[in-house]
């Protein structure tokens, strides 16, 4: 944790300066060091025997991975916080940590494709039932409740789709059967969305995206409550868990210009929808901080900001040669997945074998794309242009 004796009444943007920092034990250095280790000794073979020192093999942690850790379960108000080498690797871990064999789980239908395919392809194998529910779902939820549930995955909002779902209602659904709410919280990060503070269990955050934000780092976090964190605290041991001690550096590095980073990124995408919003090439736009949004009222009242990822749908009638066209005469945004860095990207959406239970219209052409830190007049004629040419 920050050494600074206010840490608790600080404000976030302080905290994302200082959480995790501690000089005065590192020579005054300001930032923490890269500790690269396997092997720990100890002074006697009693404190061996015993384990009474602060680390003990370098696989169950070290000062570099320490300052991260603290500094994520500060911000997000954890009862502790594990880092994993990816966002899927995290969820992973999280789901793992609250499901057995017999088990059942519910999970959102807009969630993350990877988590899709290691639900349906992991989970099975480990004799877990694995059931997908419509975003929309409240309270309902639970008449798809069974003896065996024991956790709700959520994600807000959905990367590709963007509903948002009332995650608090879905926690007080949870709790009348003690199951576990797990929510992938990447789009808003920690600063913007406070998951464990709705009730959420396990917060996860792909720490690739936002946290790390310049596309040079695969990273995960897991923050948990005092509820979750002991299953989630032994399952990471047991599992051999371990992020390499550059690449925590480096997301420690992107923490401290997180807030920065996304305010632009924030008002550079709202700039751009605005500008969306006028063209006959488009039709409905995707961000939940738009007020004809779906889901604005929930965000309005669960999260602080917004992030840089969209999407919006071409009109009806568009074709897939169109979408495609428009998308390879880009050429400030890059073709790629992943998302969060400096850098802006798009990729169209498909849908199918994304979405089992909501509705979508498959003949719908969609794009995400997510809003770097560049001028956003120049991406605004980057679009215009790509526009122009696909529908000359």
Known sequence: MSSHKFASALKADTKLAHAG????????????PVVHASTVLYPDA?????????YSYARRGNPT?????????????????????SGLNAIALAILSCVKAGDHILIADTAYGPTRH?????LPGLGVTVEYYDPSVGEEISSLFRAETTAIFTEAPGSLTFEMQDVPVLVAAARTIDATVLMDNTWASPLFCQPLSLGVDLSIQAGTKYIVGHSDVMLGT??????????????YGAMGCHAAPDDVFLGLRG?????????????????????????????????????SDPGHEIWRRDFSGSSG?????FVTGTSEEQAFKFLDTLTLFGLGFSWGGFESLAIPVRLKGQRTVASFDPNLQSVRLHIGLEDPEDLIKDLEQALTQAFA
């Open 118 to 122: 290691f639900a349906d392809t992991v």
């Open 255 to 291: 923490l401290r210009t997180l807030s920065v980073r996304l305010e632009r990124h924030q008002r550079n995408t709202m700039e751009i929808l605005n500008w969306l919003d006028g063209r006959p090439e488009i039709g409905v736009l995707k961000y939940p901080a738009l007020a």
């Open 21 to 32: 920092r501690d000089p005065l034990a590192f020579h005054g250095f300001v930032n923490p």
């Open 222 to 235: 897991v923050a948990a409550n005092e509820r979750a964190w002991d299953k989630l605290h032994t399952l």
């Open 46 to 54: 009693k404190t061996l025997v015993t384990g009474q020192q602060t």
């Open 309 to 313: 990822l969209c999407a919006f749908d």
């Open 65 to 85: 991975t320490d300052a991260l850790e603290s500094a994520l379960a500060e911000i997000e108000g954890a009862a502790g916080v594990k880092i994993a080498n």
